[in-house]
């Protein structure tokens, strides 16, 4: 209540200036302020809103009952009423507002407790569905979380064909990266004055520069076609479409859209004819074709061999690249932007393929500017994340001067994806029958760097000892012992020596 006078009563002090008045205005805000107390604690306000305003009613009624006011007094005394009303049920409606938007917020916190993984069944939607294949989209990564905010403007697609299948010629209006995961294909990009075609094998990636039509075919007679797009929307943020421009019904001709004189000034062809052509595709954007035609897709040998420089480079396998790092445990393939691939450094991206043995664990580790869109591509596993933003909210935790922490838990299989933001410390895990693999895209790469917990080099041991005993409270030595081993980033997920008669369970 005290916030509702002062806001009520300047309006009266700029409404009248003369004491008279002043004295009158203050007699009808007590009145209505009478009449709002009497409702409320009937606990009428809501209902009665629709009817005879009974706050306006009394207060009306006050102005009426007054036998020193004039005639004039009297109408001053009912327009305020009126006003004074106005002001409150605004001011109520805001509170409404707030209150919504409040519990909204709690509402969307709370709604996933898994902020950062992502169920290939849950969080996918089928964007096409054609005999021939489909294309499905993740979800908008704020539509999960809002903590994804940082990676909003990144959308990724998985588009899966069957065997020898065509992908119609689509152009978007996003920055594609676009790995091919498994399955082998031919990718046409229209250039100005030719198509130059592209043969893919699995762990080859290529960037597809905003608008550039496309159409890819699945080149292989058996096998299915799993190709991984990362889109980068360049004009809505987090949302992109895509343009068909040759096509029919379906898919449908962009060109649809444009009424017949426009259409006819521009190609120059009566309308019958044009009808004619826009009506014959009714395939759908993925669809079957024979073998000869696969055949005639493929590149010749002259525009295989690249003889325009500069996009050619940009193809690269990361299978095939030689491992940043390996041991017997595990191997880590990175391709990032010193890897004089330019397209890379200007989308501040990194492709990077991670294969834990069976039975093995990566070090606990997180990157410091990146943030990890990771897709697990086969074998089955086990993650784990420290978060301070999920921290649960008990009050027990109030003497303490640090956040609490809470453990982002999955068991990882194909077809799944996770996202590490930056800061965050991790591990993957696989399981005991097969190797982990998994393909990531890391956003915001620029001065990246990976620290460690645990193997050589961790950012404890590197700590110098004062600093370590003090935030321990322990001795240095001792410390050290805990932290220090001589492999790095992968291990054997077993159980120290003395716990040996125990299994190892994530
Ligand atoms: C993963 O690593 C193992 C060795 O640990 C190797 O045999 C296997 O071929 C690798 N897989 C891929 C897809 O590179
Ligand atoms: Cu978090």
């Given at each position: 209540m005290d916030h509702l006078k002062p806001r009520v009563s300047l309006l009266f002090l700029t409404d009248l200036t003369m004491a008279t008045r002043a004295k009158l205005s203050l007699a009808i805000f007590l009145f209505f302020l009478l009449a709002l107390i009497s409702n409320l604690a009937l606990g009428k306000l809501k209902e009665t809103e629709v009817e005879e305003d009974p706050e306006l009613v009394t207060c009306k009624h006050q102005c009426q009952q007054q036998r020193q006011y004039t005639e004039s007094d009297k109408r001053t005394c009912l327009q305020q009423c009126d006003s004074m009303k106005q002001e409150r049920e605004k001011q109520v409606e805001e509170e409404t507002r707030e209150k919504e938007e409040e519990h909204q917020e709690q509402h969307e916190e709370e709604e996933d407790e898994n902020p950062y993984v992502f169920e290939e069944d849950k969080d996918f939607s089928t964007r096409v569905e054609t005999e021939g294949g489909s294309i499905r989209v993740l979800k908008k990564f704020t539509e999960k979380s809002k903590l994804l905010q940082g990676i909003e403007n990144f959308r990724l697609a998985i588009l899966e064909a069957r065997a020898h299948t065509f992908v119609s010629p689509r152009h978007f209006d996003s920055e594609v990266v676009l790995f091919n995961i498994k399955g082998r294909a031919v990718l046409g990009l229209v250039r100005e004055s030719e198509t130059e075609k592209i043969t893919l094998e699995p762990g080859d990636m290529i960037h597809i520069p905003a608008g550039t039509p496309l159409y890819i075919v699945n080149r292989d007679e058996n096998e299915k076609l799993l190709l991984a797009m990362l889109h980068i929307p360049v004009s809505t943020p987090g949302k992109f479409e895509e343009f068909f421009g040759p096509g029919g019904r379906d898919p449908e001709s962009v060109l649809s859209a444009f009424s017949w004189n426009v259409l006819q000034a521009a190609l120059q062809t009566p309308k019958g004819k044009l009808e004619r052509l826009f009506n014959q595709q009714n395939e759908g954007s993925i669809f079957k074709i024979s073998r000869e035609r696969v055949r005639a897709l493929a590149p010749?040998?002259?525009?295989s061999w690249w003889p325009f420089g500069g996009e050619s480079k940009a193809q690269f396998n990361i299978f095939s690249k030689r491992p940043t790092f390996s041991n017997g445990y595990g191997r880590l393939t990175e391709v990032g932007p010193?890897?004089?691939?330019?397209?890379?450094?200007?989308?501040?991206?990194?492709?990077?393929?991670?294969?834990i043995t069976q039975r093995s664990m990566s070090t606990i580790h997180y990157n410091s500017h990146a943030t990890k869109i990771a897709l697990v591509m086969d074998g089955r596993g086990h993650l784990q994340i420290s978060c301070p933003h999920m921290s649960s909210r008990s009050d027990s935790k109030h003497d303490k001067s640090s956040p609490s922490y809470h453990r982002i838990s999955a068991d990882l299989k194909p077809g799944m994806v996770f996202v590490v933001?930056?800061?965050?410390?991790?591990?993957?895990?696989?399981?005991?029958?097969?190797n982990l693999l998994i393909i990531c895209f890391e956003v915001n790469v620029r001065d990246n760097k990976k620290f460690t917990f645990a193997g050589k080099d961790n950012i404890v041991s590197s700590l110098d000892n004062v600093a370590k005993e003090l935030a321990f409270n322990y001795p240095s030595e001792m410390v050290n012992g805990v932290f220090e081993r001589k492999e790095s980033l992968f291990f054997p997920f077993e159980l120290p020596s003395e716990e040996r008669g125990r299994r190892a369970v994530a």
């Open positions: 010749t040998k002259k525009s010193d890897d004089e691939k330019s397209w890379l450094q200007r989308l501040n991206l990194m492709l990077t393929f991670t294969n933001p930056p800061g965050h410390p991790f591990v993957t895990i696989a399981s005991n029958k097969e």
